[in-house]
């Protein structure tokens, strides 16, 4: 069964804190990795990722992906308060029918 | 630009009781999905549609039907709202080509008593 694991679940950092979420995937006919951030209400686009070791990059935000070992990082250096949200992977497969899988996503709060 | 708009915002529900959520988008896509987000379980996908009058099985479609008329519009129906359909409804789209990121509406939060 396919499936996107995101880790850790949660996480609580003091702003100009540096983190790094994770995203581990086991997904048939893979198509591309995308980061999105949700505050209060929908999903907005961060970044999509289709080939490995290529790192994008906005702002204080980057990511990268291993297709080798089936991972994706989301690094946000300088943490502020305005980073607390829910960040969300999906990964979306090649199936003819643009299916994306969620993970369940990773709660970043940033304290003042 | 309007982009992705859902309505109602929120909805309280009777068990048994049929509604239709709408979705609507101005950016002339093609793609078109429904998910449901509960939590602890990120988004789960219920139907989706690849174009006008087509329409898919997600994840998780018992309960739920959907249509797809008219291509900017994407409609869900519940026709016996059952408590385990309280969450939170999103709707997305995205073109045919180009990136292959999906836009989101701004949720519908339903509450089946």
């Known amino acids: ?112 | 630009n309007a982009g992705v708009t859902q309505t109602p915002k929120f909805r309280v529900l009777k068990t048994g009781q049929s509604m239709t959520l709408l979705c609507a988008q101005d950016m002339n896509h093609e793609y078109m999905y429904w998910y449901r987000q509960d939590p602890g379980m990120g988004l789960r996908l219920i139907h989706y549609s690849v174009g006008e009058g087509t329409t898919a099985k997600g994840e998780v479609p018992d309960g739920y039907n959907v249509s797809r008329l008219k291509k900017q519009n994407f409609l869900l129906g519940l026709e016996s709202a059952a408590p385990s359909q309280t969450s939170v409804y999103f709707c997305a789209s995205r073109a045919l080509a180009g990136g292959h990121e999906q836009f989101f509406g701004p949720g519908t939060r339903l509450t089946v008593l």
């Open chain 1, 1 to 112: 069964e396919d499936k996107v694991v995101q880790s850790p679940l949660s996480l609580v950092v003091h702003e100009g804190d540096t983190v790094t979420l994770n995203c581990s995937y086991e997904v048939t006919n893979f198509r591309s990795l995308l980061w999105y951030k949700q505050e209060k209400k929908a999903p907005t686009f961060l970044f999509m990722l289709t080939s490995s070791g290529i790192e994008k990059k906005s702002g204080r935000l980057s990511s990268i992906l291993d297709k080798k070992e089936l991972f994706s990082i989301l690094n946000i250096t300088a943490t502020q308060t305005g980073d607390s949200a829910i960040y969300l992977c999906a990964v979306e497969r090649t199936s003819g029918t643009y299916k994306y899988i969620f993970g369940t996503g990773t709660r970043l709060k940033v304290l003042a």
